[in-house]
Nanobody
C-alpha cells in the first residue's frame, strides 16, 4: 500500500514563505512524476508544480519565480518552497505522484491547508 504524507502547511502572512514536504512510503518500485496541486474553495484543483524523475520541473505561470519544487529521490520525498505568498493563494495543497508498485498508478496525499492572512 503506497501512501503520500504531506506536512508543512499552516498560516503565513502575505509575502511570507512556507515549505511543504511530501513523503511517499510503501511498496514502491519506482516513482516518475511528483508534484503539487492546490484547490481553493469553489475552484477546481490546479497544478502548482511538478517534477519528473529526470529532474525537469514545470510550474503554473502564477507561481513561476516564487515557488521552487525539489526532490530527494533517496527519500522518495518532494518539497515545495513557497515564497512571496499572496492573499489569493490560500488553498488545500495536495501532493501527487505517479508510482509503480505492481502497476503505474497516480496517488494523492490527504492535503495540507495553506492560509495566507495578515
Amino acid at each position: 500500500q503506497v501512501q503520500l504524507v504531506e506536512s508543512g502547511g499552516g498560516l503565513v502572512q502575505p509575502g511570507g514563505s512556507l515549505r511543504l514536504s511530501c513523503a511517499a512510503s510503501g511498496s514502491i518500485f519506482s516513482i516518475n512524476a511528483m508534484g503539487w496541486y492546490r484547490q481553493a474553495p469553489g475552484k477546481e484543483r490546479e497544478l502548482v508544480a511538478e517534477s519528473t524523475s529526470g529532474g525537469s520541473a514545470d510550474y503554473a505561470d502564477s507561481v513561476r519565480g516564487r515557488f521552487t519544487i525539489s526532490r530527494d529521490n533517496a527519500k522518495n520525498t518532494v518539497y515545495l518552497q513557497m515564497n512571496s505568498l499572496k492573499p489569493e493563494e490560500p488553498a488545500v495543497y495536495y501532493c501527487h505522484a505517479v508510482i509503480k508498485d505492481a502497476f503505474w498508478r497516480a496517488y494523492w496525499g490527504q492535503g495540507t491547508q495553506v492560509t495566507v492572512s495578515s
